[in-house]
């Protein structure tokens, strides 16, 4: 640091940072960022490649270091399986139940937070955000004795269904104070002016101008609610979901029917993604070309 008198101090600052710039672009820097991407790319990948390698191997468990020959004979017995059947079923089913559940618990408290000018928001953001942070097996537990004590439902797929409701509407929650913040509140105040009811703004402005994130915050209830294992564990009792069966399985030994499961989520997952983002790019031709 140099400086006259009379001039104010000059911080080189800027010359570290130059010669931080100077250094990831040097050839030394260069190679840690891509050893460093090498690593991560197979510490992420491997795991994955593997498994999809053990589903086709026909060796009784799930392994590559011992090849006996490709097969899909690990994939027909995914459906021969009626215990794997029925908990897919029981899956599907509290996943849509928490679809049902949750968007409307969220889209209400987002209304709620984003609508009420009180001193109380701060509060309120609190109590409805906390199940995020509360672990599973507490959600689970309490869900489970609340449901049980309080009006006699037994331990089963509805107390599952609520108690991963729980805690996905909070996340629903937060994707629609997202988009709500972004809205435009003249249109609603013009639709007053014009004579509107509330419910009519809210069916024919809110909701059109929301349909894109119900839509985002439902496909991320389902997935949240298919993976779920400590809350569905502790709240669903003598029944149980796909995740639950495999995780019973895996203290009997893994076998590669498992691994011929998470081929066909992988294959679905992107299968799905790309009809999604083929179905966005077409939309925004289509709104390029009419406008």
Do not use: H
Not at 124 to 140: K, R
Not at 200 to 212: D, E, M
């Amino acid at each position: 640091m140099s400086a006259t008198v009379g001039e104010p101090p000059v911080l080189d600052v800027g010359v570290r940072t130059n010669s931080g710039t100077r250094f990831f672009a040097s050839g030394a820097g260069s190679v840690l960022i891509k050893l460093y991407l090498g690593v991560f790319f197979v510490v992420l990948f491997a795991p994955i490649v593997i498994m999809v390698a053990a589903a086709f191997n026909a060796y009784p468990s799930p392994s590559i270091t011992v090849w006996q020959g490709f097969t899909l004979k690990w994939f027909a017995a995914i459906f021969n399986d009626a215990r794997m059947m029925t908990g897919l079923m029981n899956s599907l089913l509290i996943a849509c139940g928490v679809i049902v559940i949750a968007i409307p618990l969220g889209l209400s408290g987002a209304l709620l937070l984003t609508r009420l000018e009180s001193r109380a928001n701060g509060f309120l953001y609190t109590v409805l955000v906390a199940p995020i942070m509360i672990p599973g097996i507490v959600l689970g537990c309490t869900s489970m004795i609340f449901w049980r004590d309080a009006f006699g439902v037994d331990a089963g797929l509805f107390t599952a269904m609520m108690a991963q409701a729980s805690f996905i509407a909070s996340y629903c929650l937060l994707l629609f104070m997202a988009r709500l913040s972004r809205q435009d509140r003249s249109l609603d105040e013009a639709a007053a002016d014009l004579g509107a009811t509330p419910l009519f703004t809210f069916r024919r402005v809110t909701l059109p101008f929301l349909a894109p994130t119900i839509a985002t915050a439902s496909v991320l209830a389902f997935l949240q609610s298919i993976e779920n294992f400590p809350t569905t564990f502790f709240a669903i009792g003598p029944d149980y979901t796909l995740v639950t069966e495999i995780a019973s399985r895996m203290r009997f030994g893994l076998s590669p029917m498992i691994n011929a499961i998470g081929v066909i989520f992988i294959v679905v997952t992107i299968v799905a993604s790309l009809i999604w983002a083929s179905g966005r790019v077409r939309a925004e031709r289509q709104a390029r070309t009419g406008a």
